[in-house]
Structures are given as structure tokens and as C-alpha cells.
């Protein structure tokens, strides 16, 4: 069984730094591309920033230039880096990750998705 478990989010003033983790566990064979998406109140989810196996990167335009999403494959963690905060950003912050898993030498691929945490920047 895979779990993807996000860790930091919070309450920071507009302008300061948060930094949100994400890591995932169990029968884990590799992980493809791994993303951020979030979902301000009211609003549809939309995708802040992405980055592949290989490391190449994408960032939604709000966001490019202060977010940085970086990943660690040795510990199955993908991290953003928030810089520069606006109340705009303010919203639920989702994981994604795209995990392969092995099962009778077949592999399966499949996102999976964290359980979200509560970034707020006060206007």
C-alpha cells in the first residue's frame, strides 16, 4: 500500500517564506513526475508547480519566480519552497505523485494524491 503524507503549510504574513514536504511510502518502485496543484476557496484546483523524473521543472506563471519545487528520489519527497507570499496564494495545498508499483513483475503506474494542508496568507 502506497501513502503520500504532506507536512508543513500554516499561517505566514504576506511577503514571508513557507516551505511545504511531501513524502511517500510503502511498495514503492519509482516515481515519475511529481506536483503541487492547490484549490483557493471558491475556485477550481489548479496546478502551481511540477517536476519530472529527470528534474525539469514547471511552474504556473502566478507563481514562477518565488515557488521552487524540488524532489529527493533517494527519500520519495518532493518539496516546494514558497518565497514572497501573497494572499492570493492563500488556499488547501495538495501533493501529487506519480508512483509506479510492482506487482507480479508487472508495473503499475498511478497518481496519488496527499490529503492537502492549509496555506493562509493574510490580505
Known amino acids: 500500500q502506497v501513502q503520500v503524507v504532506e507536512s508543513g503549510g500554516g499561517l505566514v504574513q504576506a511577503g514571508g517564506s513557507l516551505g511545504l514536504s511531501c513524502a511517500a511510502s510503502?511498495?514503492?518502485?519509482?516515481?515519475?513526475?511529481m506536483g503541487w496543484y492547490r484549490q483557493a476557496p471558491g475556485k477550481q484546483r489548479e496546478l502551481v508547480a511540477h517536476?519530472?523524473?529527470?528534474?525539469?521543472?514547471n511552474y504556473a506563471v502566478s507563481v514562477k519566480d518565488r515557488f521552487t519545487i524540488s524532489r529527493d528520489n533517494a527519500k520519495n519527497t518532493v518539496t516546494l519552497q514558497m518565497n514572497s507570499l501573497k494572499s492570493e496564494d492563500t488556499g488547501v495545498y495538495y501533493c501529487v505523485e506519480n508512483i509506479v508499483t510492482l506487482r507480479g513483475g508487472i508495473q503499475y503506474s498511478r497518481d496519488y494524491w496527499g490529503q492537502g494542508t492549509q496555506v493562509t496568507v493574510p490580505s
Open positions: 517536476i519530472t523524473s529527470g528534474g525539469s521543472t
Open positions: 510503502g511498495s514503492i518502485f519509482s516515481i515519475n513526475r
